[in-house]
DNA sequence: GCAGGTCATCGAAGCGCTTCGACGCGAAGG
DNA sequence: CCTTCGCGTCGAAGCGCTTCGATGACCTGC
């Protein structure tokens, strides 16, 4: 059974192959009735469009590429929603979406820009000094971030607002009616790394906290059961009135609230908790956790839309930050 | 800054268009010195075959599509792991990965297929009785299938041997010594959904502890951790003399050990306790898990090696059982 | 010294689609 | 009644690449 090709449908039509093409793409007008006729014909000989004829010719693949890191310490669940949003979100446009791991770097980017496999890139977990986004300023092929380069200049860049997560955090805790409080954020090496939104999210805590008077601290926190539980004992030993604490790595926030019940706190009553992660993980905890949600569908859906305005050569703000949203659970009162 | 085409590289190269396409494919052989010639001409034009034309051309588009579920109580880092590893081995063999979501169905897999926008097709999370399976039989592109469907039968499957995971956890457990076992697994929506590894993994477990004439039981389990500690108390106060604990249940791991910490079982002391979930997850537990790896890694790469050999037109075997590995860490004794 | 065979290279024919200019026709306008 | 216009359609020219058959140049062996 050979493949069904646009001359195929056009014969089985009575009509000529541009006006197949022209029904298709809807580029031109067409009268009502040819148009029927040849949209049963292809759903009668059930043809599909040839997507390398169709990239070659109208220099379009209808294809963006998905630059997803794949290094320690990144946050699975919320990286899996996204791309899983993104790929919905492109489809919805007619796009499908090509992966890509960031270990191809900038040589990857380039290759699949310039052999025209993709019309557009987005690249997740972008880091403040990012060696690809000299590559993506020169590229003709227009691209979205997802997080923040040093400088996003000429750039177009989302993410959720970090800071304004972190002192959502802080604000309510305050608002509470709690004194001294304290964020466990991320492990050390994502810091270190300068992906960006672990330094925001904590600048926006200390920021809100020193706003309402409160004592705060904010310290990275690795992700091990025994780790997590040392430096939760290490920050009341220290700190033994602090009454508020906030959770920015979601694969300790479990742990937390385990170290927590081993120290004899009882949340909410002595310790108010609250955390930055995923909506389940937030359920799925005793008590269940007051949290901030990473939107991270939201961010996913708004980035396709970017891009997508961007290869209809649409103007686009350089800089989208998504509002945070603080959902209240039993963790805190 | 017009793209560069094989032409360009022909004129600079002083050789015709064929020469410069023989030079990229090896097909033909080719003297040394042209070679060389032309190989300096793509690189000092920066020269990047357009793919579109190339598929277009070769009826080869070099690209495979990986279909992922997106379903609740689906094992997030497992699957990013997965994606992950056939990225990369698919970039081995000079090809992308298109990424798709499962809830295009089996119309999504025929449109790429029809629209040789893909060669072939990597399912993930085959269930028993999948919709997708009869449209694969029939489809002129190859395909592998992560899973296994009721009847595998002139397809490619590949998947770890779950039988043989909840095996070696009783063998383990009876080779310490204990006499009664039991099993914690997968929420109860994943059995209903008949994704088989579940059940399989039941089935090598209760063999297992059968041959060895130990007690066992196995039953799902829920990922919050309430329901959690209400399975593990009702387990215990079933079966009070019970020392050997299997969990099946990535997100529920943590969660049993805080279970246990709460009803006052000592692991390993009193009660021993294996996982069967990704080494990261067992190590950062406390204490640290036993677990039964899911090598996500191999079953990525090995998918896409069998997935080339079809592409190849080799005869591959219809199913591949990956050995599961044993790592005694500090939670069984 | 010439038929026969290699080896390296070339030219041209597509692959299936989009798009541009052209064309025929009926309606509108003078 | 003839020109003008616009609508709907057609034909053909590519898009950039692969691949097939052809063509020389050169070597071999008798």
């Given at each position: 059974?050979?493949t069904?090709?646009?001359?195929?449908?056009?014969?089985?039509?009575?009509?000529?192959?541009?006006?197949?093409?022209?029904?298709?793409?809807?580029?031109?007008?067409?009268?009502?009735?040819?148009?029927?006729?040849?949209?049963?014909?292809?759903?009668?000989?059930?043809y599909?469009?040839?997507?390398?004829?169709?990239?070659?010719?109208?220099k379009?693949?209808?294809?963006?590429?998905?630059?997803l890191?794949?290094?320690?310490?990144?946050?699975?669940?919320?990286?899996?929603?996204?791309?899983?949003?993104?790929?919905?979100?492109?489809?919805?446009?007619?796009?499908?979406?090509?992966?890509?791991?960031?270990?191809?770097?900038?040589?990857?980017?380039?290759?699949?820009a310039?052999?025209?496999?993709?019309d557009?890139?987005?690249?997740?977990?972008v880091?403040?000094?990012?060696?690809?986004?000299?590559?993506?300023r020169?590229?003709?092929?227009?691209?979205?971030?997802?997080?923040?380069?040093?400088?996003?200049?000429?750039?177009?860049?989302?993410?959720?607002?970090?800071?304004?997560?972190?002192a959502?955090?802080?604000?309510?805790?305050?608002d509470?009616g709690?004194?001294?409080?304290?964020?466990?954020?991320?492990?050390?090496?994502?810091?270190?790394?300068?992906?960006?939104?672990?330094?925001?999210?904590?600048?926006?805590?200390?920021?809100a906290?020193?706003?309402?008077?409160?004592?705060?601290?904010?310290r990275?926190?690795?992700?091990?059961?025994?780790?997590?539980?040392?430096?939760?004992k290490?920050?009341?030993?220290?700190?033994?009135?602090?009454?508020?604490?906030?959770?920015?790595?979601?694969a300790?926030?479990?742990?937390?609230?385990?170290?927590?019940?081993?120290l004899?706190?009882?949340?909410?009553?002595?310790?108010?908790?609250?955390?930055?992660?995923?909506?389940?993980?937030?359920?799925?905890?005793?008590?269940a956790?007051?949290?901030?949600?990473?939107?991270a569908?939201?961010?996913?859906?708004q980035?396709v839309?970017?891009?997508?305005?961007?290869?209809?050569?649409?103007?686009?703000?350089?800089?989208?930050?998504?509002?945070?949203?603080?959902?209240?659970?039993?963790?805190?009162?």
């Amino acid at each position: 059974m050979r493949t069904v090709t646009i001359a195929d449908v056009a014969k089985h039509a009575g009509v000529a192959v541009s006006t197949v093409s022209y029904v298709l793409s809807g580029k031109r007008a067409i009268s009502a009735t040819t148009r029927q006729r040849v949209l049963d014909s292809v759903r009668v000989l059930g043809y599909h469009p040839n997507a390398g004829a169709r990239a070659l010719a109208s220099k379009r693949a209808k294809v963006i590429a998905l630059v997803l890191p794949l290094r320690a310490g990144m946050n699975l669940p919320v990286l899996m929603q996204f791309a899983t949003s993104v790929v919905t979100t492109a489809r919805q446009y007619d796009h499908d979406v090509l992966l890509m791991t960031a270990d191809e770097g900038a040589d990857g980017l380039h290759r699949v820009a310039a052999s025209a496999l993709v019309d557009g890139l987005l690249l997740m977990d972008v880091e403040i000094h990012d060696p690809r986004v000299p590559l993506l300023r020169k590229l003709a092929e227009p691209s979205v971030l997802i997080g923040f380069p040093a400088d996003p200049e000429g750039l177009t860049c989302v993410d959720l607002d970090f800071a304004r997560a972190g002192a959502l955090c802080a604000d309510h805790l305050a608002d509470l009616g709690h004194r001294e409080i304290a964020l466990l954020g991320a492990p050390r090496v994502v810091y270190e790394r300068g992906t960006g939104f672990a330094e925001r999210t904590m600048a926006g805590f200390v920021e809100a906290a020193g706003r309402h008077g409160l004592e705060a601290d904010a310290r990275p926190c690795e992700e091990s059961f025994d780790e997590v539980h040392a430096a939760v004992k290490l920050l009341l030993d220290e700190r033994p009135r602090l009454s508020g604490l906030v959770v920015h790595n979601e694969a300790a926030a479990g742990h937390v609230l385990g170290a927590l019940r081993i120290l004899g706190r009882r949340v909410p009553e002595d310790v108010s908790v609250v955390a930055i992660c995923p909506d389940d993980i937030a359920e799925r905890a005793s008590p269940a956790l007051t949290s901030v949600l990473i939107p991270a569908e939201d961010v996913g859906r708004q980035a396709v839309r970017l891009l997508m305005a961007k290869l209809e050569g649409q103007a686009v703000p350089e800089s989208t930050l998504l509002e945070p949203r603080l959902t209240i659970r039993e963790s805190s009162r």
